[in-house]
């Protein structure tokens, strides 16, 4: 058996730290229950873990049991489920989007089947259904590094920042005690967005649309580098999303111990 320091980094989109920043005082209980089954998936207020992020990483740290085979075989890398919150806050309809090692996927769903009710979401004023997701790494060492995946088009190269000796030269954390934050808050972030997408004729003609995760750095500087499509869904929709992130300016950098540090972020 290796001696290697086990580790599973749980990493947020930014729409969950969003949502973490916006829970409502008030209990579930105090909303009407909808009675319509339709999944959300932007309901106007995101289902969250009850506690909020700082339970969840405790309760997976818990119940996290890095299979011994996987260890045995240096086994690590990003597994990311979507699921449904019920209205009672119980967890279904788990889908892995992005998958790491057989083991490693299972034991991640392992880890979702296990958690208590979430705070379910909310839409129009009533208690719904709503799909969200967590990301998980897991990670063996602490030196060891993401695997990306960069796009081969001349629009993927231009705007994605690739800069491999950022991450072999440079401690690059996922989760730490304050996380990089858009320098004109998450509204600004939304309109930059908004303003700066340009949906590509042949997906808009067709009607393709979904979900694309992407991975960035923001270096302790606050710049952005290392755009890449964790899970996408079409190559020009996932060239137009790392095109649009390569457009933004420096971020506030993420803090750990008080000091300023390269964070990957989802």
């Not at 506690?51 to 405790?58: A, F, I």
């Not at 083991?103 to 705070?119: D, S, Y």
């Given at each position: 058996m290796h001696n290697i320091r086990l580790k599973l980094i749980v990493a947020f989109s930014l729409l969950v730290l969003v949502a973490t920043t916006?829970?409502?005082?008030?209990k579930a209980q105090d909303y009407p229950v909808s009675k319509s089954d339709k999944v959300y998936e932007n309901p106007d207020i995101m289902p969250i873990y009850v506690?909020?992020?700082?339970?969840?990483?405790?309760f997976i740290?818990?119940?996290l049991s890095y299979p011994a085979e996987s260890v045995e075989k240096e086994e690590q890398g990003l597994?990311?489920?979507?699921?449904?919150?019920?209205?009672?806050?119980?967890?279904?309809?788990?889908?892995r989007i992005h998958g790491a090692t057989p083991?490693?996927?299972?034991?991640?769903?392992?880890?979702?089947?296990?958690?208590?009710?979430?705070?379910p979401g909310r839409h129009n004023g009533e208690i719904v259904r709503s799909e969200t997701y967590v990301p998980m790494y897991f990670k063996l060492n602490k030196n060891a590094t993401y695997t990306t995946r960069p796009s081969s088009s001349a629009t993927a190269k231009a705007y994605a920042k690739t800069d491999e000796s950022v991450i072999e030269n440079n401690k690059?954390?996922?989760?730490?005690?304050?996380m990089p934050k858009y320098t004109y808050g998450e509204a600004e972030l939304a309109k930059f967005i908004a303003h700066n997408i340009r949906y590509p004729k042949e997906a808009l003609q067709q009607g393709i649309e979904g979900?694309?995760?992407?991975?960035?750095?923001?270096?302790?500087?606050g710049s952005i580098s290392n755009i890449d499509v964790v899970s996408g869904i079409n190559p020009s929709l996932n060239d137009e999303a790392i095109r649009v992130l390569g457009l933004m300016p420096k971020w506030i950098p993420g803090e750990n111990n008080g000091e300023k540090v390269n964070v990957k972020c989802i």
């Open positions: 916006n829970i409502s005082i008030l506690g909020g992020t700082p339970e969840m990483h405790r740290s818990n119940t597994v990311v489920y979507t699921f449904v919150v019920e209205k009672d806050g119980t967890l279904s309809n788990f889908n083991l490693l996927n299972e034991e991640a769903l392992r880890i979702l089947k296990n958690m208590p009710p979430w705070r690059i954390y996922t989760i730490v005690d304050k979900r694309i995760l992407c991975s960035f750095i923001v270096g302790a500087d």
